[in-house]
RNA sequence: GGAGAGGUGGCAGAGUGGUCGAUUGCACCUGACUUGAAAUCAGGCGAGCCGCAAGGCUCCGAGGGUUCGAAUCCCUCCCUCUCCGCCA
């Protein structure tokens, strides 16, 4: 869904992206649609603020009393055209909503022109199929000892086609490359998470598979819960209708699902063996970033990508999508195509996807700048990109602090600041779990106070480094908090704490 | 599955028809005091949308209804908790 202030002050670039992606969309009764909207919740808002305040007068005198009975009277017809407009400003927003969800994502400048998969670009190749691959490879359909690891009718008749079981090796070949796969973004920043299977209609709707794409999805319908086609559907929407804070993106995040689908309409040569399947398994990265950095993270995530093809030594091609090609909801898509031998083709292992603003809008993931006047820090919206790929290691100087903990506020190491006045709030989702008093810039200590307050297990042995910080992990506790803390004194020798680094840990896992 | 209780600002918890966008406490922010803390004191402090601003509108689980007026009354749904039963 595009921002519709964006789209009236934009239009015409709007027109030219929804042509480039050979999209039928009648932008005028949007625009109609918008200025209809803007003006029923004008009128409604003047005639509620006038109801308002005559209420409030009314409130004032005496009940009963024959001015009150007036007064009475004269308000129900001013409290029913408040009604009759109310319900028109919700009459032109479902009529603004639903033109506004046909109009596409535009998309980005880079994407080249074209109308069909024919006019995608390679831009990029790694490998020579020639040399990594064998020219007598056979098709996995050819092979007799892959067709017992994957048994195809024993699946049919426990499920039907499409759900093949995957037998010894192959389970554990399957096993193993979730697990490879799920490490390999975990030591790059992504945070882990297990997610629910079955969806229900608000989480679908976000991620654009409902109304329009019903048909591909199982629906469970005793309880209105849709299987997920993808991970993206519960990851995505994990921050659904929330606001999160700036100095939290880019938010990263992984997850393995196996991935349900009715293929309604596929059929042929293409389609066989594994290259469809209605239950496939796949490793998930969302990330949630700041609208300026989207297109660069884009990149880093399709270098990730190749990486992992690197290191699988598996031939492969990156496809920049044509605007012809490429989805509804995209702004930019790169896909990458592993070669595969036996059928003599290029398959697609892996999409790369920035979506921009749309996506996070239609799913009301929205963030709260951090900087500037707290009363014009209005919301704005977050971008979504989702793709199979991995994140770079993080250097440890990257550490960005968190909003609820810091006290003083997080200063550039170095720089001599108003000293300290050393009572440091740590917390927590709002609560302080602890307040830290240090006597000596050298030698943390910990109040007997303090130690009682917050339930603090220990400190663990810190270690100073080259640049003069000293660094102290604070682990335990009775919210389990994690906490990496830096002292380093100025000419005063007065303490100086900075958080550099906050981070909640679940109960019971190393610190 | 049966019975009961409840969903209010970061948290706790008042509020049962109008001056309530909401008492109070905790937390948080600013300042005073202090060698530094703790404690104490003074002030501030929910969120979203529109607007240059002044200001306006919206939000007390969600959706409907009653009323001039709803956090408050009625209906439906969702969710949470407790007890009993049943079952991994």
Known sequence: MLDPKFLRENIDLVRKGI??????????????????????VAEFEVARSAQNAA??????????????????????????????????????????????LSVPNIPHDSVPEGRTEADNQVVATWG??????????????????????????????????????????????????IQY????????????????????????????????????????????????????????????DEILDEASLPM??????????????SWGAHVRGLNRLHQFDKVELVKWVHPDQSFAELELLRGDAERLLQKLNL?????????????????????????????????????????????????????????GNPSSSTPSTALASACRAFWRRSSRTT????????????????TVRKPCRS?????????????????????PSLPCSARNRCGLAAFSAGRTFTDGTYWVAVSGGADSVYLLLALWADETLRPRLRVLHFNHRVRGEAA
């Open 19 to 40: 042509a480039r992606k050979k999209f039928q969309v009648d932008l005028d009764a949007v625009l109609a649609a918008d200025e209809a909207r803007r003006h029923a």
């Open 55 to 100: 209420n409030k007068e009314m409130a004032a005198l005496p009940k009963g009393s024959p001015e009150f009975q007036a007064k009475v009277v004269e308000m129900k017809t001013a409290s029913a055209k408040v009604k009759e407009l109310e319900k028109k400003v919700s009459e032109v927003e479902e009529q603004m909503k639903a033109v506004a």
């Open 128 to 177: 020579d199929p020639a040399q990594l691959v064998s020219a007598a490879a056979k098709a996995h359909w050819d092979i007799a000892w892959f067709n017992k690891a994957i048994d195809f009718e024993r699946g049919v008749k426990v499920t039907g086609a499409g759900f093949p079981f995957y037998v010894g090796d192959m389970a554990r070949l399957v096993r193993a490359l």
């Open 181 to 240: 796969f799920l490490e390999e973004a975990g030591s790059n920043g992504y945070t882990e998470v297990t997610r629910p299977l079955m969806v229900n209609a608000a989480s679908a709707t976000a991620t654009g598979q409902l109304p329009d794409k019903e048909g591909q999805m199982y629906h469970a319908q005793t309880d209105d819960f849709y299987m997920i086609p993808t991970a993206e559907v519960p990851v995505t929407n994990f921050f659904r």
């Open 252 to 265: 990263k995040r992984c997850g393995y699902t196996p991935c349900f689908r009715r293929e309604a309409g």
């Open 315 to 371: 031939p492969y091609r990156v496809l920049l999508i044509c605007a012809g090609d490429i989805g509804f909801s995209h702004s930019k898509q790169y896909d990458l195509e592993v070669w595969a031998g036996g059928q003599k083709r290029w398959l697609e292992v892996s999409s790369c996807s920035n979506f921009t603003d749309f996506q996070a809008r239609r799913a009301g993931i929205r963030f709260r700048p951090r900087m």
């Open 399 to 414: 550490c960005s602090p968190t909003a609820p903990c810091a006290s003083p506020r997080p200063c550039v190491a170095g």
């Open 423 to 443: 009572k440091v709030a740590l917390g927590w989702q709002g609560r302080v779990v602890g307040y830290v008093c240090f006597v000596s810039p050298a030698l």
